[in-house]
């Protein structure tokens, strides 16, 4: 059974792999060197043969680092790196809770290694030649180790602690593991902005009045009690422009970029507030934590159903059954489930944009939104004509064209 469970495992990630390849090969056949009719609104050809350059960058770049990742992972499986790994930290401890730990902190470690020098060429190589990098060479190995800090600090007390859930209650330790999980989401979304983010930027109080004013005007209209509009330095990393809107309980943040704010006019950037507050009315928030709530829970509970077979870890050679080594080995074997909510969340997702969209539309200057999506996807170049299937698992938000297309259809 232990080498039906590793060629099982084997297989889903192979599998996993050529899956996503034959997706970015799909999304390539979309490639063209003239600009389509349907384009011409957005782009001009200068911009467009710029943004498809752009995707050819990014595509050969995401080819490259995603064979060298998945060649090492599978060099990993087939050495039975994982459960080697273990056991070699077991010969120098015993507690249960501290090798886990160990464990999981050289992974990370071994993971910053080889993917730092991808970032780096990222960074400074492609978003440098499309004027999109913004960060100084300093600034970025800071916000690699604060990452890293970040990552040892919240890890690990969540590792350590459903260890510990785990060696007290065996196999039911899902049911208590599932609300420390759901605390930790909804904790997040509260204080993430206040807390994690003013680590990598700065957020300041909005002081342009004039959008000020236009913003809490509309706040009024919609019968929105808007708290916090901040601004956040984006531009010290990026030219990308984007906004976001913080909210749980009481806790409600509006954040801006500072690139939003220099790309578009007051009223474009009141239309992305009505968008904004539009996920709120529609309580869109609330719907994704219920949606990731329930696929949480039941990962847990078939993680929980796997512990009592101990194949399952030692499939990946650990001479143990290890709960460590179990999570790596359950992480891959639960990956068409996955996929499935993956494809699920990105599908509601898309409908969610489009309400935000209506909401805005019906609410604020049609105009506006119009001109908005328009000059945030030519300013990021994006790419406006993904295959279908690419689009269909990987985009959380529909593409400009459709959602220009739906909202020509409503009416109000």
């Known amino acids: 059974m232990q080498d039906t469970i590793f060629y099982i495992i084997l297989g889903l990630f192979i599998w996993e792999f050529i899956l996503s390849k034959t997706l970015d ?3 390539t056949l979309n490639w063209s060197t003239k600009l389509p009719e349907e384009l011409k609104d957005i782009y001009d050809e200068k911009k467009y043969s710029k943004s498809m350059e752009y995707e050819k960058v990014k595509h050969t770049f995401s080819s490259i680092s995603g064979i060298f990742s998945f060649i090492i992972m599978l060099i990993v499986l087939v050495f039975w790196g994982f459960g080697y790994l273990y056991d070699y930290i077991s010969i120098y401890e015993s507690n249960e809770i501290i090798k886990t730990l160990y464990f999981f902190w050289v992974i990370t470690i071994i993971q910053s290694i080889i993917w730092v020098p991808f ?3 990222s960074t400074f190589v492609i978003e440098e030649k499309f004027w999109f990098n913004k960060m100084t060479k300093k600034l970025f190995f800071i916000d690699s180790i604060k990452s890293l800090i970040l990552t040892a600090i919240i890890w690990w007390t969540l590792i350590a602690l459903i260890t510990w859930i785990y060696l007290k209650t065996g196999s039911y330790f899902w049911l208590y593991t599932r609300w420390i999980i759901t605390f930790f989401s909804v904790f997040m979304m509260m204080f993430y902005s206040s807390l994690i983010v003013p680590l990598f930027n700065k957020q300041t109080p909005l002081e342009n009045w004039e959008l000020r004013t236009e913003i809490e005007k509309f706040a009024n209209k919609v019968w929105f009690k808007l708290d916090n509009i901040y601004v956040i ?3 010290k990393r990026s030219s990308k422009a984007n906004a976001y809107f ?3 309980g009481p806790k409600k943040r509006i954040v801006l970029y500072d690139t939003l704010i220099k790309d578009l ?3 474009e950037l009141v239309w992305v507030l009505a968008h904004e507050i539009g996920h709120y ?9 219920a949606f990731g709530t ?7 509970f078939i993680l929980g159903l796997t512990l009592s077979i101990p194949e399952v870890s030692q499939a990946l050679g650990s001479k143990t059954s290890s709960f460590a080594v179990w999570i790596v080995a359950f992480w891959i074997l639960y990956t068409p489930i996955s996929i499935i909510f993956w494809l699920l969340w990105n599908i509601l997702s898309r409908r969610n944009e489009y309400q935000a969209d209506e909401f ?3 609410n604020h200057n049609p105009d506006d939104l119009k001109n908005a999506l328009i000059k945030l996807s030519r300013n990021n170049l994006s790419n406006l004509r993904p295959h279908k299937l690419y689009e269909f698992f990987n985009y959380s938000h529909p593409t400009v064209l459709k959602r220009l297309n739906a909202l020509n259809t409503i009416k109000k």
């Open 281 to 289: 009315k529609r309580k869109h928030t609330l719907q994704m934590l």
């Open 25 to 27: 090969y799909l999304n």
């Open 233 to 235: 330095d984006w531009s």
């Open 294 to 300: 329930m696929q949480t829970w039941l990962m847990l």
């Open 360 to 362: 805005a539309w019906l």
């Open 119 to 121: 970032s780096y060429y």
């Open 265 to 267: 006019t007051v009223s």
């Open 246 to 248: 913080s909210w749980f």
